[in-house]
């Protein structure tokens, strides 16, 4: 590999938060970066219209913001983002045992048991952004005091289902505690115990920025343009062969340093290497349906539908068969609603007329107390597991493959370099947690790469 310990030549493919993010970063250190994206920058975000309304499509809530101050810090910048509150917090979660607001509010009948809850969760709170931003390596210090914590926090327990039951909590409380599963992507039986302690580790710390998310984008977007960073929308790439990179057309570009923002699966197809058939058990994947209404819906900022029987939810979604109640992420903002459907990866083209999709859409009016407001719209739009799976997600599976509880979460070390000079980033790789996950990723191989930089071997 040509060229010292800067200055190299980084080719990186895929232009979503993590490709965006780190092309920012290398570019600061000095290296040339070119950022391959086969459609638009942005990944799952972005801006789609719908009649006269703009919706910002993927990560709708911003949390844990001290692992993006820790981004910015590395990078040199302070925050443009302007984090705002969000109203009502992780929104009121409508369990079959009862409506729960998170965090629950001190004249709650469930105040006491939210206390006892946060609290199990409480020792874990000082090491969250150690976990979710250090490289897992058994020589660090910083790492394994953040480990222990976490291991000492979920005492002993392997899956968020066995930590929620040895609470004891209310069944109301668990069932919405237990919903936060889903942000690894994975029902409660099979998440890690790290994400039954979501609700407890955000608390009241939920945010968006107050131009919308979007503006996320746009940062880094600018931030990696001022370093240099060459943004190609509408480059795919074809084929990746040791250093060469193949593109749609013929073209060749030749890089020292390769880094996938891409899926496993995707990148080793590229590499022309053998990929499992059927693939891996995925993690779920969405419908993400938008309207613009002809007035402001009557409705909280957040509101969260879980299902009414997790048990059923995974049966389902785990043989690829639509589940007859699934969770459902209700945002509403003036005259834009948005709402988030999981489904199975199964690449479906699920349109706002197919009958699942509106059969859990009267679910959510029901459960609101809006009957009709979806059909009152001026305009809608979809986005299906067609639309993931088009971005090179196994059946559109939002985290990829779905892994076993103790290989999932902070503690089990990632294939952040997949051969010599191809490394890997993103949710295929550090997956579940939206955006905190994403940007310590990013931070954990920044630090990685740094590390083999320097010592010549990347």
Known sequence: MSGGPAGRSVGLLGGGVAGLALAALLGGQGHRVTVYERDELGGKLRRLPVGGATFDTGPSLFTF???????????????????????????????????????????????PHWQRYVGAAAPLVPHLSTLLTTPPRLTDPA??????????TTRGHLTAQGWLRAQGLPPALTHAVATHALNAGLSPQDAPALYALIPALVVTEVYRPAQGMG????????????????????????????????????????????????????????RGQLVRSPPARRTVSGVALYAELPQPAPLPATSVLPPHDFAVFRRFTRAGALPPSTLALVHAEGPRLSVLLAAPATGAALGTEHPWVQAQLRQVEAALGVPGLWRSARAVAALPPAHYAAGGHPGGALYGAALPPWRGGPL???????????????????????????????????????????????
């Open 143 to 152: 790492f394994v005091q953040a480990s222990a914590a976490l291991l000492r």
């Open 215 to 270: 503006t996320l984008l746009d940062t880094l977007c600018r931030f990696a343009a001022a370093r240099g960073a060459l943004l190609r929308e509408g480059a795919e790439v074809r084929a990746v062969r040791g250093a060469v990179l193949t593109l749609a057309g013929g073209e060749e570009a030749r890089h020292d340093l390769l880094i996938s923002a891409l899926d496993p699966a995707r990148l080793a197809a590229l």
């Open 412 to 458: 089990h070390p990632q294939p952040y370099r997949a051969a010599p000079g191809l490394w890997q980033v993103g949710t295929g790789v550090h997956p579940g947690g939206g955006l905190p996950a994403v940007l310590g990723g990013v931070l954990i191989v920044d630090t990685l790469l740094r590390a083999r930089l320097q010592a010549g071997s990347a």
């Open 65 to 111: 913001p001290a692992v993006w101050r820790a981004y910015l810090t590395r990078l040199g910048e302070v925050d443009p983002l302007d984090l705002r509150p969000l109203p009502g917090g992780l929104g009121v979660h409508h369990t079959p045992h009862g409506p729960v607001p998170l965090p629950v509010p001190p004249s709650h009948p469930l105040w």
